[in-house]
């Protein structure tokens, strides 16, 4: 039990070289058809865009235990075999989810449950996804960097296009046709994290002090994170422990200075005119 199998699934996974370790087509309804519980909470987020950290955040801020007593924690995916378990949990619940709102649980938008949206700018998100990908045992990548980015580019990565989850997520938020959702960028939570989460406590009406919320951002800072998390079941299955650790990797803005030529940033500006020509998502690149 517990084991992941690998299938391939056309629908998320639009590059054949990668499997993935999803539960076949049914699964996509069961996801659909989630029972809604008061408080649930989503946090959705294109891969590599800090899941990891914000929902370890909002897990701490959910919680009036002590923050000494609040372990950290490590949210499977909703698009895993795992989830149906962790349905069970105790109210408030959190998911985590690489899925577009189309894909998300009916009754959950049904009730008007609250969702957070992590954006990250796609340079970094792409050096974050090459690095992952690389070192994840099941999913197995062996591009090189550029073929990597090539990929990245068409939207030929596991979850599809990152240009493409944006403007579906714009849609919903631009119609007005959704009110409960709140999006924050992983650049202001690195650099302003104490506004950023004065505003994410006020979407979820918990009451923290400024002391608190300083302390679970101290307490949930990479340095923390990466020299405490537990890799977790979920990870060691994944993760070729003698390779780099990817979700505590470097956690900094602006490291795709670091792996894209002046050719390729070139390429990636151009593909980011057209792509987000008309996006309400404002994205920094640098510190
Ligand atoms: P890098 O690969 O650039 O280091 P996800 O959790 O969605 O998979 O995202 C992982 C990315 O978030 C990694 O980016 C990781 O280092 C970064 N990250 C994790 N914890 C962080 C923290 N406390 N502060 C800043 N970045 C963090």
Redesign the pocket.
């Known amino acids: 039990g517990g084991e992941f199998q690998l299938y391939h699934y056309e629908d998320l996974i639009q590059a054949k070289y990668l499997p993935l370790m999803f539960e076949p087509k049914e699964f996509f309804s069961s996801i659909k058809n989630l029972q809604y519980k008061k408080g649930d909470i989503f946090v959705c ?1 294109y ?7 914000f929902s370890n955040i909002i897990n701490h801020m959910l919680s009036t235990k002590d923050l000494d007593e609040i372990e950290f924690i490590n949210v499977p995916l909703l698009e895993t075999p795992i989830m149906k378990t962790l349905q069970e949990r105790p109210s408030p619940r959190l998911f985590v989810s690489h899925l577009p709102d189309s894909r998300l649980p009916r009754l959950h938008f049904e009730n008007g449950g609250k969702i957070i949206l ?1 954006l990250r700018n796609p340079k ?1 998100v792409v ?2 996804y090459w ?2 990908l690389s070192k994840d045992r099941h999913l197995g990548c062996s591009l090189s960097w550029s073929g990597f980015l090539e990929h990245f580019m068409k939207g030929n990565v596991l979850f599809g296009s990152y240009f493409d989850y944006l403007k579906k997520w714009q849609r919903l938020i631009q119609d007005q046709k959704y009110s409960s959702i709140l999006y924050v960028y ?1 650049e202001d ?2 650099e302003r994290p104490l506004e950023e989460l004065q505003k994410v406590q006020k979407f979820l009406g918990t009451d923290g002090t400024t002391h608190r919320l300083n302390q679970i951002i101290t307490k ?3 340095n923390n ?2 020299s405490n998390v537990d890799s977790g079941r979920l990870r060691t299955t994944l993760v070729d422990e003698n390779k780099q650790p ?7 803005i602006g ?1 795709w200075m670091n792996h894209f030529t002046v050719l390729q940033n070139k390429q990636f500006d151009e593909l980011l005119d057209r792509e987000l020509k008309d996006s309400i998502f404002k994205f920094r690149y640098r510190p």
Do not use: M, Q, T
Request: aromatic share 20%; proline share 3%.
């Open positions: 987020a891969p590599k865009s800090g899941n990891h950290w992590i970094d050096v974050s690095y992952h992983y939570l690195k949930c800072s990479f994170l990466k990817f979700v505590y990797r470097k956690g900094e490291d």
